[in-house]
């Protein structure tokens, strides 16, 4: 099962969400709060996915069929029409597994958008993925998209196709994108002290949350990553983790444990959209929680969380 099959469920635009209780303490806003300066070029989004409903020209994976699609397309055109207006000029795609291992469409966009795309791609583990993953970088991915798989992680980590994908990534600078549970942090943490010049970048807050409480444990132990220098956070899929409601407030602790423990320069926001749009949930809501709403982050702090972090690693 892949990423938002396994979160959310595959038909998003019916599920309901949970409403769970903040463990971390209340939280409160500081009234007018002014904007961090845009920059020249604009906002990076960190996490986004699209695919077409063109299943003729790109196909879907094998047993994937389009009445499972969370939406029957989500396109560039259809995400510029989120990102456009709220000044996000540069986005990190992050293949769909509808597709599985076949980049095609994540390419062609990268391919037709130069210059506003960069990719996070997903490789048959088996099937030398190091071969592949160098075949892509030279397409434009700068990362590979990894969840774990078996009983046990730390078997998972150590299979030799793994062991290759993370020698290859110190190597050649590709970023190991890890969506993960805060159950596996531990063998995230002896893998990211294994392989010390891997670039390892943690997703939605390792889903902490997506059940409704954040528990505290959890958020130690992804503080705890931070002991590795080669591991970032996305700050992102607000709408699936705690409250799961806007203004999404009820995450500003973990943020902020999060930003004392990593610093800004390995912290990035991303949307996960084309899930952030859905239902009652809007982008702008999600860029604004990090770009005006929280009052304990400097404009210096959001260049690094809207931008700079993500123009590091992936463009």
Same mark, same amino acid.
């Given at each position: 099962?892949?990423?938002?099959?396994a979160?959310?469920?595959?038909?998003?635009?019916?599920r309901?969400?949970?409403?769970?209780?903040?463990?971390?303490?209340?939280?409160?806003?500081?009234?007018?709060?002014?904007?961090?300066?845009?920059?020249?070029?604009?906002?990076?989004?960190?996490?986004?996915?699209?695919?077409?409903?063109?299943?003729?020209?790109?196909?879907? &994976?094998?047993?994937m069929?389009?009445?499972?699609?969370?939406?029957?397309?989500?396109?560039?055109?259809?995400?510029?029409?989120?990102?456009?207006?709220?000044g996000?000029?540069?986005?990190?795609?992050?293949?769909?597994?509808?597709y599985?291992?076949?980049?095609?469409?994540?390419?062609?966009?990268?391919?037709?958008?130069?210059?506003?795309f960069?990719?996070?791609?997903?490789?048959?583990?088996?099937?030398?993925?190091? &071969?592949?993953?160098?075949?892509?970088?030279?397409?434009?991915?700068?990362?590979?998209?990894?969840?774990?798989?078996?009983?046990?992680?730390?078997?998972?980590?150590?299979?030799?196709?793994?062991?290759?994908?993370?020698?290859?990534?110190?190597?050649?600078?590709?970023?190991?994108?890890?969506?993960?549970?805060?159950?596996?942090l531990?063998?995230?943490?002896?893998?990211?002290?294994?392989?010390?010049?891997?670039p390892?970048?943690?997703?939605?807050?390792?889903?902490?949350?997506?059940?409704?409480?954040?528990?505290?444990p959890?958020?130690?132990?992804?503080?705890g990553?931070? &002991?590795?220098?080669?591991?970032?956070? &996305?700050?992102?899929a607000?709408?699936?983790?705690?409250?799961?409601?806007?203004?999404?407030?009820?995450?500003?602790?973990m943020?902020?444990?999060?930003?004392?423990?990593?610093?800004?320069?390995?912290?990035?926001?991303?949307?996960?959209?084309?899930?952030?749009?859905?239902?009652?949930?809007?982008?702008?809501?999600?860029?604004?929680?990090?770009?005006?709403?929280?009052?304990?982050?400097?404009?210096?702090?959001?260049?690094?969380l809207?931008g700079?972090?993500?123009?590091?690693?992936?463009?």
């Amino acid at each position: 099962m892949y990423p938002h099959q396994a979160m959310l469920g595959s038909e998003l635009s019916r599920r309901q969400f949970v409403q769970g209780a903040m463990g971390l303490g209340a939280w409160s806003l500081a009234g007018g709060l002014a904007n961090a300066e845009k920059p020249a070029d604009g906002w990076i989004d960190a996490h986004v996915h699209v695919w077409t409903g063109d299943t003729e020209r790109y196909p879907l &994976k094998a047993g994937m069929t389009k009445d499972r699609m969370a939406v029957p397309s989500f396109t560039p055109e259809e995400l510029f029409a989120h990102t456009g207006p709220c000044g996000v000029r540069r986005i990190v795609l992050i293949q769909m597994s509808y597709y599985g291992s076949d980049n095609s469409y994540m390419l062609d966009a990268m391919e037709r958008h130069r210059g506003v795309f960069a990719g996070v791609a997903i490789v048959n583990e088996n099937d030398h993925p190091c &071969k592949s993953m160098l075949a892509l970088a030279d397409k434009g991915v700068r990362g590979f998209r990894l969840r774990p798989s078996g009983p046990s992680a730390d078997d998972w980590f150590a299979s030799p196709p793994l062991t290759a994908m993370f020698r290859c990534g110190a190597e050649h600078g590709l970023a190991m994108c890890l969506l993960v549970d805060p159950e596996h942090l531990p063998a995230v943490d002896r893998m990211a002290k294994k392989n010390p010049d891997t670039p390892i970048v943690i997703d939605h807050f390792a889903r902490i949350g997506a059940g409704g409480e954040i528990r505290e444990p959890d958020v130690d132990a992804l503080c705890g990553l931070a &002991k590795n220098r080669n591991v970032c956070v &996305k700050t992102s899929a607000f709408y699936a983790l705690g409250k799961k409601k806007a203004p999404y407030l009820d995450l500003a602790p973990m943020i902020r444990r999060l930003l004392d423990a990593f610093g800004p320069p390995r912290l990035m926001w991303a949307s996960d959209s084309p899930f952030q749009v859905i239902n009652e949930h809007t982008y702008r809501d999600s860029l604004d929680l990090i770009r005006s709403r929280i009052d304990f982050l400097s404009d210096s702090d959001r260049q690094w969380l809207l931008g700079k972090t993500a123009d590091r690693l992936f463009f």
